[in-house]
């Protein structure tokens, strides 16, 4: 990963710093930068993955829809049965809210469009 060491190192240092509510790290820039190749560093990081007991990985993508997104995540967090196929969002929501709830968590969303996604 080069050129990119000083980034990860930031984002690191910020992910394991003082404890808060919720921290946003935005990575942006031109596609075919290295912001996949940089987030898939610190997620996969032996530091981060031993701080953050639960951690997931979602695609947004320009055209989403939240109960794909939330799917996603509780199939990343290795949580995704064959019932919640058939759940609401609020149940699929809900379910998520009860994993996340109790530790630290790492979510990566990438290739967000929008701050509304």
């Known amino acids: ?22 921290k946003v790290i935005s990575i942006v820039g031109m596609g075919g930068t290295g912001k996949t190749t940089l987030a898939r560093n610190v997620y996969d990081d032996p ?10 990985w979602v695609t947004i993508s320009q055209e989403y829809c939240v109960r794909d997104i939330l799917l996603s995540l509780l199939d990343s967090l290795r949580k995704l049965n064959d019932k919640m196929h058939r759940e609401s969002e609020d149940e699929l929501a809900e379910h998520l809210y009860k994993i ?18």
């Open 100 to 117: 996340l709830r109790p530790g630290k968590y790492l979510i990566i969303m990438e290739d967000v469009w929008n701050t509304q996604a």
């Open 47 to 56: 530091l981060i993955v031993y701080h953050f007991h639960v951690r997931a």
């Open 1 to 22: 990963m080069v050129g990119f060491d000083d980034d990860l190192i930031q984002i690191k240092d910020r992910l394991n710093g003082p404890r808060s509510k919720r």
